[in-house]
């Protein structure tokens, strides 16, 4: 008889990229291949199986690596990117950057796997076996057109033979420059947080509240002490600084105290510190909360009512201010020009409507990670995947309790944000774990934690009434905006803020009224999203002009034209715009088609025109920094500007390589680090590429005149270059006859074109302004993402919460795949100068996402009649054609 000690281990052979390895435990290959083996091409994106970051090939079939266990994968062949032929990867590498196909880049080494999957079993696919092939692999940056053209790209160079050419050097303004990280993201050796080693590491792993509305009568940690690998479980009472973070509002806790109420489902109340993330996890679920629970606020309508408790009672700072509330209003925002009811007493025709506006996910790919690295007895380095690391330097230095000088923040690649990565998340907890322990510390959320803790698009609720003379002449707006800021403040009062500015969209009449109220409730936050609150404005204001274009009886594209603004002439915000502005430009670019579509009774078409602003602008400091340092011969490029996939670090080289004439191959671009990179503030608003675009080109031409005055880069060896610029604006209350809320802004218009019989979206035309085009497949990649996930807002994607917990997991979001992607024609138009700032560039990134909801919502009302004012747009026959 065998005893249970004499019984054999059994081990599980696995052959990865032809080699064998032996495992003596079931794992997750996703295990296996980044812990075990140290693969990091396969990405950890949601480990839900809903994702595809993850994608291998197994025995040649493209399956993903979370849902695969070790016991079932013995004799069988596992291919990771690692293991590709090399000329495979060159080619991947090349087809990738010619088209632009990268972008944040966490998702594309799993299209990369799912591309060669395909093309190995049909050689010669077609575009919508390209995206039947890809339609597991998400990607919320590009809108999967540039990837198909690059998968299409690679076949066809694969099954040729074709030479790969070489890469140009030439990195002008203009230029279809590769990116600078195009190949390390398109192979997956670029390093996002979660792909870092650092010896010794260990793991850190929130406790969250049990409910969004708690109060924390206890918190039992003995038991989860004394579990295996548990090196020490932390609570409000061992955080040394500042409890609260948050970078303009202080009102959001690092760590609820017993005693107190949470006010989310993502409140952390305590930190548990392991060895490893198993033990991590195993001791967080085992920490006892005592609390009750308590009815929470679930609508701007509930927290405005009579009796409703107050979320903050209890206060909090901003700007140095110390703010005690008497309601549940965050923020009021009041914008008023001329006088509205003289403007409606010229009107004939009215329309009015109530908008009803969701909260949107940003579901970027890669969810939310920091290492805390001890640097001696007082300092911490803090490895970051953020939109500002001088934002979390400031706030790690508060949370710490140490001066400035003893904190390092340094950014890794950053796998998305469009803003749902401005507020801190993670990079606090894993400072402070490491701070305390004296040892290397990773805390990462996982996919559900991300969807409760970061703050979403603000759902709004906007009531809005608008009025035109006979000839379709607009005159006046009156509108209120009430928006779910959720439990904490973050970015709501200048998201409200633009949505006030902007709700007049970008026409020429100057009688408006609007008010606006940002509202905590007991949701998870709201803040910053691509849009920046002029997607929600331009869902609201743009379905009444084409109300309004009935009823006086000419159609939706000539009552824009007629009202359109002008060079010269005043926005509804009183800002006068100037030479550059193109709105006029973008509408002649789609004139023959939208007609074209108008009078074919096969499909319908709507129109949507809109403008966004770059910067932050409303007479706020908002410089960008760049240097230039000359480093044994070659020229680093400094800035703290995080690249979120929307290509900056590309911008600034192509800004440098034209300011001072060198080629790139003499520019180095430098990973955001506070030791040497200067603050360029946040990557938002739509003002990297022109506020530290123009910061490279001043540095640049200080570098150029002492090329030009003969020395060269080894005569400058260490000479550094400092680049900055700002601009200056006035506040959206300026009683100025002409104030400038805003350096520029960037004009679009769009079309989305439907079947007639079905509904089906067939085609969508985006006419862009954005001055300046530095980069024509990046641009064009800003164009089509941020159209998908217009897409998703307008038609597919209902985020919901039921008493402050969100509905949805990431496979239930309802993101746009590939196969459900309508083609989009991308035009530029440009009525700008190759001058300052940044030879003539705007901003591209938000704009893009805020039209096709509103053109849209045309389509469906002549394709059935219906006039929807709540989106997703119910009813809607948004699917993907049968064939793919």
Not at 376 to 402: A, C, F, K, P, R
Not at 484 to 495: M, R
Not at 506 to 524: C, E, K, R
Not at 573 to 585: S, T
Request: proline residues 5%; charged residues 20%.
């Amino acid at each position: 008889m065998t005893t249970a000690a004499e019984t054999p281990t059994q081990v599980f052979t696995l052959n990865i990229n032809g080699v064998d390895h032996d495992f003596a435990e079931d794992l997750d290959l996703l295990v296996v291949l980044r812990e075990r083996l140290g693969i990091k091409s396969a990405k950890d994106g949601c480990n839900q199986g809903a994702c595809g970051t993850c994608m291998v090939l197994v025995d040649g079939k493209v399956v993903r690596a979370c849902t695969q266990r070790t016991k079932r994968l013995v004799g069988k062949k596992i291919i990771t990117i690692e293991g590709f032929e090399q000329r495979e990867k060159e080619l991947f590498e090349y087809s990738f950057a010619k088209h632009g196909a990268t972008q944040c880049g966490f998702c594309i080494p799993g299209m990369v796997v799912s591309a060669k999957g395909l093309v190995d079993a049909k050689p010669e696919p077609t575009r919508d076996e390209v995206k039947f092939a890809i339609r597991t692999n998400i990607c919320r940056c590009t809108g999967y057109q540039q990837i198909e053209d690059a998968i299409l790209d690679y076949a066809e160079m694969k099954r040729t033979g074709a030479p790969i050419p070489a890469p140009t050097t030439a990195g002008g303004i203009g230029t279809n420059l590769h990116r600078v990280d195009s190949y390390a993201k398109t192979l997956g050796t670029a390093e996002y947080v979660d792909d870092i080693e650092v010896e010794g590491l260990i793991h850190g792993r929130n406790v969250f509240s049990p409910c969004a509305r708690a109060l924390i009568k206890g918190i039992d940690t003995s038991e989860a002490e004394k579990m295996p690998g548990v090196v020490r479980i932390l609570t409000a009472s061992d955080i040394p600084g500042s409890r609260y973070i948050g970078h303009l509002a202080k009102d959001w806790p690092g760590m609820i105290a017993v005693g107190e109420e949470t006010k989310m489902k993502g409140d952390s109340v305590a930190l548990v510190i392991a060895e490893t993330l198993d033990q991590a996890l195993a001791a967080a679920d085992a920490v006892k909360i005592d609390y009750d629970e308590l009815p929470p606020l679930n609508t701007p309508e509930e927290a405005l009512a009579e009796g409703a408790h107050l979320i903050h009672g209890e206060g909090y700072k901003q700007f140095g201010r110390w703010i005690e509330p008497t309601s549940n209003v965050f923020d009021h925002e009041v914008v008023k020009r001329g006088d509205v009811e003289a403007g409606f007493a010229k009107c004939v025709h009215f329309a009015e409507a109530s908008w009803d506006l969701p909260p949107q996910e940003h579901a970027f790919m890669e969810t939310e990670a920091a290492i805390g690295i001890p640097q001696g007895d007082d300092g911490i380095m803090v490895i970051s995947g953020g939109q500002g690391i001088y934002d979390e330097y400031h706030e790690v230095s508060d949370y710490l309790g140490i001066p400035m000088d003893k904190v390092r923040i340094r950014s890794a690649w950053v796998g998305g944000g469009f803003g749902g990565k401005e507020d801190m998340s993670v990079q606090h907890q894993a400072a402070l774990a490491a701070f305390l322990v004296k040892r290397p510390v990773k805390v990462k959320f996982d996919r559900t934690d991300s969807l409760n803790y970061h703050p979403k698009r603000h759902a709004m609720k906007i009531d809005i009434k608008l009025g035109c003379d006979a000839d379709g002449i607009l005159h006046a707006m009156q509108a209120k905006v009430v928006s779910d800021t959720g439990a904490y403040g973050s970015l709501g009062g200048p998201v409200l803020q633009r949505a006030c500015t902007h709700l007049g969209g970008p026409y020429n009449y100057t009688n408006v009224d609007i008010v606006g109220d940002a509202v905590y409730t007991n949701n998870p936050p709201a803040g910053a999203f691509r849009g920046f609150g002029v997607t929600q404005s331009a869902a609201a204001i743009e379905p009444l002009l084409n109300e309004l274009a009935r009823k006086v009886g000419i159609d939706a594209f000539e009552i824009r034209y007629r009202n359109a603004i002008r060079p010269g002439l005043e926005l509804p915000n009183g800002q006068i715009v100037g030479d550059d502005a193109a709105l006029v430009e973008t509408l002649d670019a789609v004139k023959d088609a939208y007609y074209a579509y108008a009078a074919d009774p096969s499909v319908h078409v709507g129109i949507a025109c809109g403008l966004k602003n770059a910067g932050v602008g409303v007479g706020l400091k908002d410089p960008g920094r760049c240097d230039l340092a000359v480093v044994d011969g070659k020229v680093e490029v400094r800035s703290s500007a995080a690249g979120i996939g929307q290509g900056v670090a590309t911008v600034v080289v192509q800004m440098a390589a034209e300011s001072t004439g060198l080629s790139v191959d003499k520019l180095v671009y430098t990973m955001p680090d506070t030791t040497y990179s200067p603050n360029a503030g946040t990557t938002t608003a739509s003002r990297q590429t022109v506020f530290t675009g123009q910061a490279a080109r001043i540095a640049g031409l200080q570098l150029k005149a002492d090329l030009d005055a003969g020395a060269s880069l080894d005569d400058l060896n260490g000479k550094i270059y400092h680049g900055e610029f700002d601009a200056e604006t006035d506040p959206i209350t300026s009683d100025k006859p002409n104030p400038v809320s805003h350096i520029s802004y960037a004009y679009g218009t769009q079309l989305v074109v439907i079947s007639a019989e079905t509904g089906e979206m067939l085609k969508i035309i985006a006419a862009h302004d954005s001055g300046t085009i530095i980069n024509p497949p990046a641009a064009e990649g800003q164009v089509v993402g941020g159209i998908a996930m217009g897409i998703g807002y307008a038609l597919t994607e209902n985020f919901t919460y039921t008493n402050g917990v969100p509905d949805q997991k990431l496979a239930q979001l309802g993101l746009v795949k590939a196969n459900q992607m309508p083609p989009v024609e991308t035009i530029f138009v440009n009525r700008g100068t190759y001058d300052d700032p940044a030879y003539g560039a705007k901003g591209i990134g938000e704009i893009v996402c805020c039209l096709v909801a509103p053109a849209a919502q045309e389509a469906y009302y002549l394709f059935d009649g219906e006039w929807r004012t709540k989106l997703p747009l119910e009813g809607t026959f948004y699917r993907p054609k049968k064939n793919r």
